[in-house]
């Protein structure tokens, strides 16, 4: 038996319609924000990746699939979509139609990393990136609309981690003294974070090993060494947040995952995932388009949404839906009636019913057994007497009744309950 690669799933028919509540939410939602969809290749060269997300961090240098194609080019499968969005702004020039953008995307992104709770190798993501305005009115209005589609998606107990870890000049100042500060406990550092002392110790806060949390948990603060453009920035920041009345959680040690943010990040967490409990996040990155060489500094923002791990907490929430299920399920007593079974299921799908029939030749008792373990909610009856006098016998399966029709009539009614039905 051939079973699945490590660390992908199968997406079976009983969890499809709970994909689909949640890609109908971010959908609706980013159009309600002016948000438009883009969708970049699923592979892209390699360089795309090494110049964005930074040649020192666990994705680069761990996690990502990268191959060379028979043309000898290193191609990666996309681990992450903001350096993919950024690459087609430019090769498409998409800043000179406008000057403000308003993107986002979903997709599978792939990760070569232990699987666990809610982390797959092939996973997908949600995101928007606001391009193009440098003020905090932006991050505010990305985190506006990712609030909004956790709390539309029914995400109950969730809480916003914010920080901001300023400009490159302030980076710089506070690296320093991050150096300084974990060179005294070197040798007590995990090996990760020895390597990242080396290479880029900003990194180090975002380790979640036990013995490195206890060392960073008195490091130097960044507010410490903010410049004035940064702490001006991270001030109206927090004021329009509050004045939106948006709750969130000061963390001054939070850098998220990648080389290119600045200024402002920010991070969800829910409490039913456990100690990995980050379902999404994201940020400021100024300087991430002049990386892919582009003539200016353009400035941007944007975040990104887990989705398995959101349906994770779903799940845990036992999160009910509407019911998906067939609404009408035609039932018939003798083979030769078929073909007013397909003529009549042919109107309802065209009027948006969802239809089902026996296709199995099975017994009218056998059909209505099948049309109860589907959920329907009504079953349409064709016996001799339907077929011989043009009516339609109708079950409502709910109430366990059924009554006898003109066809007309009959069809009508079905029609008629649909509409009802959309309009509760």
């Known amino acids: 038996m051939i079973n699945a690669v490590r660390g992908t799933k199968d997406i079976l028919p ?4 709970l994909w689909y509540f949640v890609e109908k939410t971010l959908h609706n939602v980013s159009n309600l924000f002016g948000f438009k969809e883009i969708r970049t290749p699923i592979f892209e060269r390699t360089e795309v990746f090494l110049r964005s997300i930074g040649s020192e961090t666990d994705i680069v240098n761990k996690e990502m699939y990268t191959f060379l194609d028979r043309g000898g080019d290193s191609i990666t499968l996309r681990p992450e979509m903001t350096a993919s969005v950024v690459r087609a702004i430019i090769q498409n020039n998409l800043l000179a139609e406008n000057s403000i953008l308003r993107l986002w995307y979903y997709g599978p992104l792939f990760r070569y ?23 905090p009115e932006a991050d505010v209005e990305i985190i506006l609309l990712a609030k909004e589609i956790v709390e539309r998606l ?18 710089q100042r506070y690296k320093q003294e991050l ?12 090996n990760d974070s020895q390597e990242r002392l080396r290479k880029n110790p900003l990194r180090i806060l975002d380790s979640k090993d036990e013995r490195d949390l206890e060392i960073i948990k008195n490091c130097p603060k960044i507010y410490d060494y903010f410049d004035k453009e940064s702490l001006e920035h991270y001030n109206k920041t927090k004021e329009l947040l509050a004045l939106n009345h948006i709750e969130f959680q000061e963390t001054p040690h939070l850098v998220r995952g990648l080389d290119y943010y600045t200024h402002t990040v920010f991070e969800f967490q829910s409490p039913i995932l456990g100690a990995q409990d980050s379902f999404g996040g994201g940020g400021r990155y100024n300087e991430l388009f002049t990386e892919f060489g582009f003539k200016k500094e353009v400035a941007a923002t944007g975040f990104a949404l887990g989705i398995e791990r959101i349906l994770l907490i779903l799940e845990s929430q036992q999160k009910t839906l509407p019911n998906g299920s067939p609404l009408v399920y035609i039932a018939f007593n003798k083979p030769e009636f078929i073909s007013k ?15 089902l029939f026996d296709v199995q030749k099975k017994s009218l008792k056998a059909q209505m057994k099948e049309a109860n373990k589907y959920g329907v909610k009504f079953v ?7 077929i011989n006098n043009n009516t339609i016998t109708i079950k409502d399966m709910k109430k366990s009744e059924q009554t006898t029709y003109p066809f ?7 029609l008629n309950s649909k509409s009802a039905n959309e309009d509760n």
């Open 14 to 17: 009983s969890e499809i319609p």
């Open 113 to 135: 990393e232990r699987p666990q709770k809610g982390r797959l190798r092939q996973f997908h993501q949600y995101g928007a990136e606001l391009i193009g305005s440098p003020e």
């Open 154 to 171: 029914g995400i109950l107990n969730y809480k916003l981690l914010l920080n901001s870890i300023g400009n490159r000049t302030s980076r």
């Open 179 to 190: 150096i300084s500060y974990f060179e005294k406990y070197a040798n007590s550092l995990s």
């Open 341 to 355: 079974v397909f003529e009549t299921a042919y109107f309802l799908r065209k009027h948006d019913i969802p239809t």
């Open 380 to 386: 349409i009856i064709f016996g001799d007497d339907e």
């Open 408 to 414: 007309e009539k009959g069809i009508e009614i079905i």
